[in-house]
């Protein structure tokens, strides 16, 4: 007998389950509130990426006379605009595509529980409530942005990740509270679109869950491009001033104000499972956040989460990993989550990204471990790129030689990263890298040479 399976959310992580219980014969309905793709396609991975795109290809252009070209761009930014809808419209199409091509039903509307097994939509194109039941439900609720409790963000200069990717135009300035990936990619963005951009974070450091050498050298590079960064700073409140917002921040043990004429609120964001009515359904969360086990099922049997509503890691292709497992252990399976394989990854200029364990978690962990350095001031196609700007570090243990973190700041890190992946899952050596044969000229080779420092034989670098 063909099994129901419900979806809850139709993001990466709620689509992707609903190809995949559909692969595995389920009878399939995925109920969306807004729109397929979810925060990922709509206001969040796609579109920022689109925006950096175009800051990227400005900044090259403005910047090319070494390279031989002089020119003189002009930003139209209502086609940046422009374009990103096109881009977002098109991955969108496809999904629905997709829906249609698996036989996936699909609501749109808002959900609630009645029961472990019934879910309550509200549907949005019509008055009527309809009621679904399944043999097996799972959540993807994904998240919202988090907006702390501070005087004066109902401000309408003040805005969320959603708002500074809709600006009708490039703020003269802008001030971004939050130094995590929402506030440095933005960052990244809207200077180079010509904005007077100041970033405020509480912690000591940006980007505080990623190798802190390497954050270290994003920082400078973020400062060299006139970006002002401001550490262990704490917003108290946010005013209006002669039409700008007046931003009052504790700096250095004073009260210090900035003003800014668009405020981004980029501290991270939050479960959006509010109105789910989950206790109905025996469901257990922290914080907001399910509570679940590697199978991804929750404490209710037969019910599952997945993605940035169970808070695991808030990452598009980490509820695309959850929701295969999730759909295959609602249709029989026994698959497990395993998040050492996944990357982090920060578009900035130069890119960042990084997977595994960074030097403070080998050190948290007591773990013996040995590191292997290669800046790519000394990799020709880096050179070629960026003029070098970067470096390659690999952390490996000492008794076996084994991978255990990549960390990479510099062109194509982002696609780079995923080698890193590939060697943690297969509990790959140094060695092994070594012995893998990596194409001239490119930015991949500085891998190779991180391998080889490791062991103290890199080739292109004097060795520590």
């Known amino acids: 007998m063909m099994k129901k399976v419900a979806?809850?959310?139709?993001?990466?992580?709620?689509?992707?389950?609903?190809?995949?219980?559909?692969?595995?014969?389920?009878?399939?309905?995925?109920?969306?509130?807004?729109?397929?793709?979810?925060?990922?396609?709509?206001?969040?991975?796609?579109?920022?990426?689109?925006?950096?795109?175009?800051?990227?290809?400005?900044?090259?252009?403005?910047?090319?006379?070494?390279?031989?070209?002089?020119?003189?761009?002009?930003?139209?930014?209502?086609?940046?605009?422009?374009?990103?809808?096109?881009?977002?419209?098109?991955?969108?199409?496809?999904?629905?595509?997709?829906?249609?091509?698996?036989?996936?039903?699909?609501l749109n509307g808002t959900a609630s529980f009645a029961d472990a097994h019934t879910i309550i939509v509200k549907r949005t194109d019509t008055t009527a409530n309809e009621k679904i039941t399944a043999d097996k439900i799972i959540i993807a609720a994904g998240s919202i942005p988090a907006i702390p409790p501070i005087p004066g963000l109902t401000l309408p200069m003040c805005i969320d990740s959603t708002g500074a990717l809709s600006l009708k135009k490039v703020p003269g300035s802008l001030l971004i509270i939050g130094g995590g990936v929402i506030g440095v990619e933005m960052a990244t963005a809207y200077r180079a679109f010509g904005s007077q951009v100041t970033i405020i974070e509480m912690l000591p450091d940006i980007l505080p869950m990623m190798d802190k050498e390497l954050t270290g050298h994003l920082r400078r590079r973020l400062e060299a491009d006139g970006i002002l960064i401001h550490t262990n700073a704490k917003v108290l409140s946010?005013?209006?001033?002669?039409?700008?917002?007046?931003?009052?921040?504790?700096?250095?043990?004073?009260?210090?104000?900035?003003?800014?004429?668009?405020?981004?609120?980029?501290?991270?964001?939050?479960?959006?499972?509010?109105?789910?009515?989950?206790?109905?359904?025996?469901?257990?969360?922290?914080?907001?956040?399910?509570?679940?086990?590697?199978?991804?099922?929750?404490?209710?049997?037969?019910?599952?989460?997945?993605?940035?509503?169970?808070?695991?890691?808030?990452?598009?292709?980490?509820?695309?990993?959850?929701?295969?497992?999730?759909?295959?252990n609602a249709l029989g399976g026994n698959s497990l989550y395993d998040g050492?394989?996944?990357?982090?990854?920060?578009?900035?200029?130069?890119?960042?990204?990084?997977?595994?364990?960074?030097?403070?978690?080998?050190?948290?962990?007591?773990?013996?471990?040995?590191?292997?350095?290669f800046p790519l001031k000394a990799n020709g196609k880096a050179l070629i790129m960026n003029g070098g700007e970067g470096m390659?570090?690999?952390?490996?243990?000492?008794?076996?030689?084994?991978?255990?973190?990549?960390?990479?700041?510099?062109?194509?890190?982002?696609?780079?990263?995923?080698?890193?992946?590939?060697?943690?899952?297969?509990?790959?050596?140094?060695?092994?890298?070594?012995?893998?044969i990596h194409a001239h000229p490119t930015v991949g080779e500085a891998l190779h040479e991180a391998a080889l420092a490791v062991e103290h034989r890199a080739i292109h670098v004097i060795n520590r």
């Open 7 to 106: 979806i809850i959310g139709g993001g990466p992580g709620g689509y992707v389950a609903a190809i995949r219980a559909a692969q595995l014969g389920a009878e399939v309905t995925l109920i969306e509130k807004n729109h397929l793709g979810g925060t990922c396609l709509n206001v969040g991975c796609i579109p920022t990426k689109v925006l950096l795109h175009s800051a990227k290809l400005f900044k090259e252009m403005q910047n090319c006379k070494s390279a031989g070209i002089t020119a003189q761009p002009v930003l139209d930014f209502e086609q940046v605009q422009t374009n990103k809808k096109a881009v977002v419209n098109g991955l969108v199409n496809g999904v629905k595509g997709l829906m249609t091509a698996n036989k996936v039903k699909v």
């Open 238 to 328: 946010v005013g209006e001033e002669k039409e700008q917002a007046a931003v009052h921040v504790e700096l250095n043990g004073s009260e210090s104000i900035f003003f800014a004429d668009q405020v981004l609120v980029a501290i991270g964001r939050r479960a959006d499972t509010a109105n789910l009515a989950l206790e109905t359904a025996g469901i257990h969360s922290e914080r907001g956040f399910i509570v679940v086990n590697d199978r991804m099922e929750t404490t209710t049997p037969g019910i599952y989460a997945i993605g940035d509503c169970n808070g695991k890691s808030m990452l598009a292709h980490v509820a695309s990993t959850q929701g295969e497992v999730a759909a295959e």
């Open 340 to 373: 050492r394989t996944n990357p982090s990854c920060v578009y900035t200029e130069p890119e960042l990204a990084s997977v595994g364990l960074t030097e403070e978690q080998a050190k948290e962990k007591g773990i013996n471990y040995e590191v292997g350095l």
């Open 392 to 436: 390659v570090k690999i952390i490996v243990d000492t008794k076996y030689r084994e991978v255990l973190g990549m960390h990479i700041f510099g062109p194509r890190a982002t696609d780079l990263i995923v080698e890193g992946a590939l060697a943690i899952r297969l509990e790959a050596t140094a060695e092994e890298l070594i012995s893998t």
